[in-house]
């Protein structure tokens, strides 16, 4: 059982060089996903007249974020894996792939990141950057269900393509997917929720820089529980119940750890 392999971490791994170097790269990727996904939105909301609420801006969005993701997965693979997410690291952490301590400090690293790009988009624009919310007709419960099942789909595929050990070398393959599930859902929950799958950049940022905190639990809830079943489901199923023998090392999104 995965649930079996969770563990809190030592105190000092949170002042170790290379968990710092892991937070800072966290804090990068994060800024660089969330200063281009979401300047995206703004570019496209001063050259329309009705922005981002138009098919061609719902689909200017899904390009950009999928775009976004690949790069900062792929700047922050051979570092910390790359999570760029709260809920990818929560669903790390309940699959036994990163300790407690370990993911508190990516997740901090994210919410900063998050912020700063935010920050920074509204000083260099000089405008604001908005904020997630459900759309008029979408009730709390039917959001809140769209951000899990998202959610988990996204952390799904980083399993399967990043922390699988039977992944192979693929390489490429894991941002690109990673990057491609994003924009899929953006295309699929953009109309109704935003397409969330991610606290840090939804709420935690744009939440903070706009002020904006309506229905801000659902957009924590939802991320954290889809990607604690996909976690969970995947580790459990698709890795410990398998014919086929693991590495005797088991690259982790954060680190290695032995079988």
Known sequence: MPISRIAIGSPQEATQAGALKAALAEF??????????QGSGIAFGKLSVDG???????VAAAIAHAFALFVAVSVGANISGGHVNPAVTFGAFLGGN???LRGVLYIIAQLLGSSVACLLLRFTT???TGHFGLVAGVSIWSGLVMEI???????????ATAV???KGDIGTIAPIAIGFIVGANILVGGAFTGASMNPARSRSGRALVSWSWTS????WVGPLI???IAGIVYDLFFINSTHEPAPKHRLLIGGWRRR
């Open 28 to 37: 990068i990727s994060t800024l660089i996903f969330v200063y281009a996904g």
């Open 126 to 128: 000089g405008l604001g």
């Open 149 to 159: 099942v998202m959610t988990c789909g996204l952390v799904y595929t980083v399993y």
């Open 164 to 166: 699988d050990p039977k």
């Open 216 to 219: 801000h639990w659902v957009y």
């Open 98 to 100: 990163i300790t407690l």
């Open 52 to 58: 981002v609420t138009t098919p061609a801006g719902l």
């Open 226 to 228: 889809g990607g604690g």
